[in-house]
């Protein structure tokens, strides 16, 4: 990367050198904006931090109470060396934003995690125009495109009711930051007493402690009485199914949310009873949609299918290129179920076809933002 442009790849983080500034850096640093509170994200040992408001709650709770942390609002401008930062809304979780940075006429945007669809709890992604676009392809592939939120939210309704209806306990794994949460906003509470595994209760307390509109968890712990497991919606971590932790809700269905659960034999793999394809990453045709209403002249995809999607970028008129970082290693990747081989076929295969899905797509796009010269 040459030393002249504004944000550079430095193998600590996306590195602003006239601001001296590191966003999402992965190593201890001076200055810190992170756009979002998930781990690979956020690292602890930086002198001072800022991030959006809303992500301050988790940031404490898993930085530390007493880290140094600044925190501003969407499309609140802050100065630094003569450098424009603002954060704007990126969808992905509460509280995680897209960092857009102006100098000498020339801007740039860090998308972070993102994706389009509204959740109901996180501020919806809003595109920001910009000369170069920094984003992520968790789901970098013409095999991913999501069902309608909603559909989802219907089958993990009917299972739960199914369980019920065995006197089967419902145990729904997912990530603690972001899924749940999406879950909690979005499915039916057929009961007044949800339970949680500890690390999904204390992230939900401390939300609600910060103000954010949650329902309230049962904390399960070894005095709780078995029997009122039957028939309940429990929510879990992934780590939990090879764990003793789970045995105790016996007997019980097991279901995992995970965009992962799109791909062939990744149930088996995690030998769940029900996969909900859920995620809070784009899929194919949202990235697109992204990159395309950013304006960008230039895109680099930062973690995911990369190579395979910076190929497809510049096979279709934007030039792109792959950088190295330490993002993805949390969230939807805790799972490791990316078939290079399986994806390469299948943008192959399909890439006809895909050109003219995302004209399709783009075309019919209506997405708005109302941070003036910056919308679409």
């Given at each position: 990367m040459?030393?002249?442009?504004?944000?550079?790849?430095?193998?600590?983080?996306?590195?602003?050198?006239?601001?001296?500034?590191?966003?999402?850096?992965?190593?201890?640093?001076?200055?810190?904006?992170?756009?979002?509170?998930?781990s690979d994200h956020a690292r602890w040992g930086s002198k001072h931090y800022l991030a959006h408001k809303d992500s301050e709650p988790i940031l404490r709770l898993r930085l530390g109470q007493d880290i140094s942390l600044q925190t501003v609002d969407y499309y609140e401008k802050f100065v630094i060396n003569g450098v424009t930062f603002s954060l704007h809304p990126a969808g992905h979780i509460i509280g995680s934003a897209q960092?857009?940075?102006?100098?000498?006429?020339?801007?740039?945007?860090a998308s972070g995690d993102y994706k389009l669809e509204n959740d109901n709890f996180?501020?919806?992604?809003?595109?920001?125009?910009?000369?170069?676009f920094i984003t992520e392809s968790t789901f970098g592939l013409p095999i991913y495109k999501w069902q309608p939120q909603h559909e989802v939210m219907s089958e993990i309704d009917?299972?739960?009711?199914?369980?019920?209806?065995?006197?089967k306990a419902s145990v729904l794994m997912g990530y603690s930051l972001g899924k749940m949460q999406r879950i909690l906003k979005n499915i039916e509470l057929q009961d007044k007493v949800i339970y949680a595994h500890g690390a999904i209760y204390t992230l939900n307390e401390r939300?609600?402690?910060?103000?954010?509109?949650?329902?309230?968890?049962?904390?399960?712990?070894?005095?709780?009485?078995?029997?009122?497991?039957?028939?309940?919606?429990?929510?879990?971590?992934?780590?939990?199914?090879?764990s003793t932790w789970i045995k105790k809700f016996a007997p019980y269905s097991l279901g995992y949310c995970s965009g992962w659960m799109a791909l062939r034999g990744a149930k088996n793999r995690r030998a769940v009873d029900?996969?909900?394809?859920?995620?809070?990453?784009?899929?194919?045709?949202d990235l697109n949609t992204a990159v395309k209403e950013s304006g960008a002249e230039k895109v680099y995809v930062?973690?995911?299918?990369?190579?395979?999607?910076?190929?497809?970028?510049?096979?279709?008129?934007?030039?792109?290129?792959?950088?190295h970082t330490m993002y993805g290693n949390e969230d939807e990747n805790?799972?490791?179920?990316?078939?290079?081989?399986?994806?390469?076929?299948?943008?192959?295969?399909h890439k006809e076809l895909l050109d003219d899905e995302v004209i399709a797509d783009t075309k019919t796009s209506t997405k708005k933002s109302p941070s003036g010269d910056l919308g679409v």
């Amino acid at each position: 990367m040459p030393a002249q442009s504004l944000l550079q790849f430095t193998g600590k983080s996306i590195y602003c050198a006239v601001a001296d500034a590191h966003i999402d850096p992965w190593i201890p640093v001076d200055r810190a904006i992170i756009t979002h509170a998930h781990s690979d994200h956020a690292r602890w040992g930086s002198k001072h931090y800022l991030a959006h408001k809303d992500s301050e709650p988790i940031l404490r709770l898993r930085l530390g109470q007493d880290i140094s942390l600044q925190t501003v609002d969407y499309y609140e401008k802050f100065v630094i060396n003569g450098v424009t930062f603002s954060l704007h809304p990126a969808g992905h979780i509460i509280g995680s934003a897209q960092v857009r940075v102006e100098y000498k006429g020339e801007v740039w945007v860090a998308s972070g995690d993102y994706k389009l669809e509204n959740d109901n709890f996180a501020k919806p992604f809003e595109p920001v125009k910009c000369n170069v676009f920094i984003t992520e392809s968790t789901f970098g592939l013409p095999i991913y495109k999501w069902q309608p939120q909603h559909e989802v939210m219907s089958e993990i309704d009917n299972w739960w009711r199914q369980n019920k209806s065995e006197d089967k306990a419902s145990v729904l794994m997912g990530y603690s930051l972001g899924k749940m949460q999406r879950i909690l906003k979005n499915i039916e509470l057929q009961d007044k007493v949800i339970y949680a595994h500890g690390a999904i209760y204390t992230l939900n307390e401390r939300l609600r402690q910060a103000g954010f509109d949650l329902p309230e968890l049962t904390l399960v712990t070894k005095e709780t009485d078995r029997k009122l497991f039957r028939g309940s919606l429990v929510l879990a971590p992934p780590s939990v199914d090879s764990s003793t932790w789970i045995k105790k809700f016996a007997p019980y269905s097991l279901g995992y949310c995970s965009g992962w659960m799109a791909l062939r034999g990744a149930k088996n793999r995690r030998a769940v009873d029900q996969g909900f394809v859920l995620s809070d990453h784009v899929d194919w045709p949202d990235l697109n949609t992204a990159v395309k209403e950013s304006g960008a002249e230039k895109v680099y995809v930062t973690h995911g299918y990369t190579s395979i999607y910076a190929r497809y970028l510049n096979e279709n008129g934007i030039e792109a290129g792959e950088v190295h970082t330490m993002y993805g290693n949390e969230d939807e990747n805790e799972e490791v179920v990316q078939d290079i081989s399986a994806g390469t076929k299948a943008y192959e295969n399909h890439k006809e076809l895909l050109d003219d899905e995302v004209i399709a797509d783009t075309k019919t796009s209506t997405k708005k933002s109302p941070s003036g010269d910056l919308g679409v």
